[in-house]
């Protein structure tokens, strides 16, 4: 029987998929759901770094006479960007770089063959898939964030980027994130509507802000301005422990996020509330860790900030930004309360620590 790797590796040298569709369907229900989780994630990666190696090479060569043998080239990234795919090192080694396109291509078409399975196969252990998926991929993105430490200040260096890499796990949740209001909402917030899914943080953010906050057990996670969810279902999975609530202004987000905390069996640990953060009368609830990726106005991040002050007066607690939070939080903290934050991916999120009474 072959190992998972060698599947990835079959597949992609096939010259027709839908011709495999059989093959495949068979191939999966004979999957574990950890092994699917592992072939699903390299895959993702894959289809990341192949591209990747596509652009590298196509740079090396720019105003070179000869183009190198990309057999030979891409020997120089296999300690660095092709480190986790060690079982591929072979077949790029022999590799055409038009064979590195036609990869490229199958592996898209084969992630998104398996999205469709995982989607509607019934009764198949969805959230056993995707909290195995979520584990490896935090691994993949502490070692991108790790390469990016080594490589800092490297001149000519160009990094890889995994941001958007396992974006595809949207569509196992079923986040719709393309959806919008049919009625006009009518507020002065800016609540992203039309943005598709860069109104979400991406699962790099959230996993690495997990990986290095360490969060007590039963802790009580807020976020502010929840969205479609996606930091939930994350934490939910991750850290059944902790106790999630999730405030969000747009109701049709909010009923989406329920529904996906219902379907991954998370009901009692992950919920959503409809809530416009801007009202006076709307009171932080106390927690040990609060999420701030807000598009908020100005007034809304003050009236929300202000209450983070009092609370983190009192008790240590984190915050983590995302984005221009940071900035909002910087203006209105009262930084006696708080220690300079822990800055990730040139501050596109930070953790800031309150010391408590
Ligand atoms: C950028 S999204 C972040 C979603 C989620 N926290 C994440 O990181 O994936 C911010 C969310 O805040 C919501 N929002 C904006 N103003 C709000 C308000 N006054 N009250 C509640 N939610 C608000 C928006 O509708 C949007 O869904």
Not at 26 to 32: A, G, H, I, V
Not at 132 to 143: G, I, P, Q, R, V
Not at 174 to 203: A, H, L, M, W
Request: proline residues 3%; glycine residues 6%; hydrophobic residues 40%.
């Amino acid at each position: 029987m072959r190992s998972y790797q060698q599947s990835i590796i079959y597949f992609l040298q096939q010259k027709d998929l839908s011709a495999c569709e059989a093959e495949l369907i068979l191939f999966w229900k004979s999957m574990s759901a950890q092994d699917a989780a592992k072939f699903f994630t390299d895959l993702s990666f894959l289809v990341t770094v192949l591209r990747f190696l596509q652009e590298q090479y196509w740079l090396y060569n720019n105003e070179k006479p000869e183009p190198a043998q990309f057999g030979h080239f891409v020997k120089r990234f296999y300690k660095k960007e092709l480190k986790t795919v060690l079982f591929m090192h072979a077949t790029l080694e022999s590799a055409q770089v038009r064979q590195v396109e036609e990869m490229r291509k199958q592996a898209t078409l084969l992630q998104k063959a398996v999205v469709q399975f995982l989607k509607n196969e019934p009764g198949y252990d969805r959230p056993l898939f995707v909290s195995t998926c979520l584990k490896l991929m935090s691994d993949f993105f502490e070692f991108e964030y790790q390469l990016k430490i080594k490589n800092e200040g490297l001149s000519g260096y160009t990094e890889i980027s995994l941001e958007r890499t396992f974006d595809a796990l949207d569509e196992i949740f079923q986040i719709k994130c393309d959806i919008t209001c049919n009625s006009k909402i009518t507020t002065e917030e800016r609540i992203f509507e039309g943005s598709g899914v860069g109104v979400q943080s991406s699962y790099s953010t959230i996993l690495l802000a997990l990986r290095y906050l360490k969060i007590p057990q039963k802790a009580r996670f807020v976020d502010l301005g929840s969205g479609y969810g996606r930091v939930g279902f994350v934490i939910g999975l991750m850290r059944p422990d902790i106790q999630f609530h999730g405030y969000e202004f747009v109701d049709y987000r909010v009923d989406m996020s329920k529904k996906i905390s219902e379907d991954f069996n998370m009901p009692d640990h992950v919920h959503f509330y409809h809530q416009d953060l801007s009202l006076n009368n709307f009171l932080i609830p106390e927690a040990e860790v609060y999420y701030l990726f807000g598009p908020f106005t100005d007034a809304t991040y003050a009236h929300i900030i202000e209450q983070l002050n009092v609370i983190g007066a009192k008790k240590p607690i984190v915050i983590i930004t995302k984005g221009n939070a940071r900035e909002h939080f910087m203006t209105v903290m009262q930084r006696k309360h708080w220690s300079a934050p822990q800055v990730f991916h040139q501050g596109n999120f930070c953790l800031f620590r309150s010391h408590g009474r």
